[in-house]
Nanobody
Framework: QVQLVESGGGLVQPGGSLRLSCVAS????????MGWYRQAPGKQRDLVAI???????MYPDSMKGRFTISRDNAKNTVSLQMNNLKPEDTALYYC?????????WGQGTQVTVSS
C-alpha cells in the first residue's frame, strides 16, 4: 500500500512563495503518475498540476505560470513550487498518486495566503 505524506504548507503573505513536498512510501513511486490538487472551504477539489512517471508535466490553464511541479524518484518525492501567491490560493493542498489502476491521496497540507 502506498502512503503519501505532505509537508511545507503554512501562512504566507500575498506575493510570497512556498514549496510543498510529498514523500511516498513503497517502491513503485518511479512508475506512478503524481500530482497536486487543492480544495478551498466550500469548493470542489481542483487539479493544480500533474507529472508523469517520465517527467512530463501538465497544468490547467488557471494554474500555469506560478506553479511548478517536479519529482525526485531517488527520494520518492514530488514537489510543488508556488510563487507570487494570492489570497485565492488559500486551500488545503493534497498530494495524489496513481499506479496500477489505484489512486492514493495524502492527508493534505494547509496553505493560507494572507497579510
Amino acid at each position: 500500500q502506498v502512503q503519501l505524506v505532505e509537508s511545507g504548507g503554512g501562512l504566507v503573505q500575498p506575493g510570497g512563495s512556498l514549496r510543498l513536498s510529498c514523500v511516498a512510501s513503497g517502491d513503485i513511486f518511479s512508475s506512478s503518475l503524481m500530482g497536486w490538487y487543492r480544495q478551498a472551504p466550500g469548493k470542489q477539489r481542483d487539479l493544480v498540476a500533474i507529472i508523469t512517471a517520465s517527467g512530463n508535466t501538465m497544468y490547467p490553464d488557471s494554474m500555469k505560470g506560478r506553479f511548478t511541479i517536479s519529482r525526485d524518484n531517488a527520494k520518492n518525492t514530488v514537489s510543488l513550487q508556488m510563487n507570487n501567491l494570492k489570497p485565492e490560493d488559500t486551500a488545503l493542498y493534497y498530494c495524489y498518486g496513481a499506479v496500477n489502476k489505484e489512486a492514493y491521496w495524502g492527508q493534505g497540507t494547509q496553505v493560507t495566503v494572507s497579510s
